[in-house]
Structures are given as C-alpha cells and as structure tokens.
C-alpha cells in the first residue's frame, strides 16, 4: 500500500534551517508529482511548494519563495523541503502529499501522517 513517511522537523529559532524528508513507498514515486502541505495552529491547510516527477521543474507560494527548496531524489525514492531562514510563521505541521489530476489540494490521493516544526526563540 501506499505510505509516504516525513521526518526531519522539530525546534528551531528564527533564521535557522531544517531538512524534512518524506519517504515514500507502494508505489512508482518517479512518476507522479509530488507537494509540501502544511497547517499552522487553529489555521487550514496551506499549500507550500510542488515538483514534476523528474524534478525539473519546481513551484512554491509566495510565502516560502527564495527561503525553500523542494527536491526529490527518485533513486531514493524520497522527497525533500529544504527550509532557510526559518521565521516564527513558518510554524505548522507540514505534510508531504502525492499529487492526483491537479496542484489543488482536493486532487491529492495520499498524505503522510505529518511531521512538527515549531520556529521560536
């Protein structure tokens, strides 16, 4: 079945970096395009960034733009959200999500369980 895994996050002050990963499995992770989802508390789910299949070709919101990189490695089989300057708003539960026919959040068929980063001082 199909399981994707985050880890990585956890405490971090301000202007710090962190590396999640997602790994994911039960399915050919080459071929689909993938996204970073988080929800900040008492807030709704927020898209953050997305990737083709090859990796070629990447997006991100306006509010990660220039401090986040997302990269996949398909021999791995894992997907990656590299987080700089890390700001207090960057709080959440960030998500790594198989994308389906579309980037809208409604047409993703899989979703990790989740991992915490928390940005204080």
């Known amino acids: 079945q199909v399981q994707l895994v985050e880890s990585g996050g956890g405490l971090m002050q301000p202007g710090g970096s962190l590396r999640l990963s997602c790994a994911a499995s039960g399915f050919t992770f080459s071929g689909y395009w993938m996204s970073w989802v988080r929800q900040a508390p008492g807030k709704g789910l927020e898209w953050v960034a997305g990737i083709i299949n090859d990796g070629s070709i990447t997006y991100y919101s306006d509010s990660v733009k220039g401090r986040f990189t997302i990269a996949r490695d398909n021999a791995k089989n894992t997907l990656y959200l590299q987080m700089n300057s890390l700001k207090s708003e960057d709080t959440a539960v960030y998500y790594c999500?198989?994308?389906?026919?579309?980037?809208?959040?409604?047409?993703?068929?899989?979703w990790g369980q989740g991992t915490q980063v928390t940005v204080s001082s």
């Open positions: 999500a198989k994308v389906g026919s579309s980037w809208q959040m409604s047409s993703y068929d899989y």
